[in-house]
């Protein structure tokens, strides 16, 4: 049964819980944009898809093993390369934050609808439409 939610689902699970962690690092980015030294960060989100796709992370030899962060979902992290440093070192961009973040939430609201759609034809199925 397990299976059969994990084939319908795929990679949209995982890539909405994603996209959700990047809005939260994009809007920690957003409210430090005044702290001197801050540097901002993003998720590598195209790199941990692509390896969530391809089923690569670490090995466990046992199930109570933590697996890697990339294995469980969650982002790598990675510095941002501003276009402008400020004077006092701090890399958010706060135009470039903003249009990231307005970015990201209509990936995440795609993503969910794939998602939704995905839980309609299930639906669908276990009615016998």
């Known amino acids: 049964m397990m299976k059969m939610f994990d084939a319908a689902f795929g990679l949209h699970e995982k890539a909405l819980s994603l996209r959700a962690q990047r809005m939260e690092v994009i809007s920690r980015n957003i409210a430090n944009a005044d702290t001197p ?10 790199n941990v898809l692509k390896n969530l796709d391809q089923g690569d992370g ?8 933590i697996g890697s962060a990339s294995a469980r979902g969650e982002g790598e ?4 390369i501003p276009f402008n440093t ?10 470039v934050e903003h249009a990231r973040y307005g970015k ?12 939704e759609n995905d839980i309609s034809g299930v639906r669908k199925a276990l009615r016998g439409e």
């Open 37 to 46: 030294g801050f540097k901002a960060r993003d998720v590598d989100f195209k």
């Open 58 to 65: 670490i090995r466990t030899t046992h199930a109570k093993h």
């Open 77 to 80: 992290m990675v510095y941002t």
């Open 86 to 95: 400020a004077v006092d070192g701090n890399t958010v961009e706060i135009s």
């Open 104 to 115: 990201a939430a209509a990936e995440y609201q795609a993503t969910l609808r794939f998602l």
